[in-house]
DNA sequence: GGTGGGATTAGCT
DNA sequence: GCTAATCCCACCA
């Protein structure tokens, strides 16, 4: 592989621009014993207009700080004590917006996704934002770090779907403003 | 200092 | 469809 790494062009734009941007680019993890990838196929973008779901809408804590940092570093959260979730931090710094990585499909390091996943059938592997931190060994560690400068990043590609093929949807798993069109998902990305 | 609720998932009814 | 798992921390007292 031998693709750039996103530019800051798309990760300093704001969360639901870089939200659909995201779509067909390929997030990757460089590990000791190879690489592990996967196209993007589904993300939701968090903006710093009030939205009460948005971690950062109530101001830096501990748990959010990375939220604050510019555009192009990595949040990564527990859930329920028991998950963790991706986001790339966008726009400037400070400003408190990211997108939320839903899903990927596997073009890299099957072997060793499958490893992360015992017991799953292949369409599950990574189609959840849970799912896919499991699958890729993605933990608080890289929270805060850059995606120019990290083991985990993300890389141009052909791939970016055309725009029949994005779907924008109302969000999910969240109890607080649901009703916003702040999800995309790439109808008829590829299936691993 | 206590409490309640998550940007989810898997497993069971 | 329902619920447990299990941690952090925001919020209220």
Excluded at 108 to 115: D, K, P, T, V, W
Aim: aromatic share 8%; hydrophobic share 35%; net charge negative.
């Amino acid at each position: 592989m031998d693709e750039s790494v996103l530019s800051p062009h798309v990760y300093t734009q704001q969360a639901d621009s870089v939200a659909f941007h995201l779509l067909g680019r390929r997030l990757v993890r460089y590990t000791s014993e190879g690489v592990l990838a996967g196209l993007i196929t589904e993300t939701e973008a968090y903006l710093p207009d009030g939205d009460p779901a948005n971690h950062a809408s109530r101001g830096e804590t501990p748990r959010n700080a990375s939220m604050f940092l510019a555009g192009g570093h990595w949040y990564v959260y527990l859930v329920y004590g028991v998950h963790y979730c991706l986001n790339l931090v966008t726009g400037r710094e400070q400003s408190g917006e990211a997108v939320l990585i839903r899903g990927v499909s596997p073009t890299h390091g099957h072997e060793h996704i499958r490893a992360n996943r015992p017991n799953v059938a292949p369409r599950d592997l990574t189609n959840g934002p849970a799912k896919l931190t499991k699958a890729f060994a993605i933990d608080t560690d890289w929270d805060g770090t850059f995606l120019a400068d990290s083991s985990l990043t993300i890389t141009e590609t052909d791939t970016h779907p055309p725009n029949e093929e994005i779907h924008t949807t109302d969000r999910v798993g969240i109890s607080k403003a649901r009703d916003r069109f702040l999800r995309y998902v790439w109808v008829g990305s590829p299936q691993y």
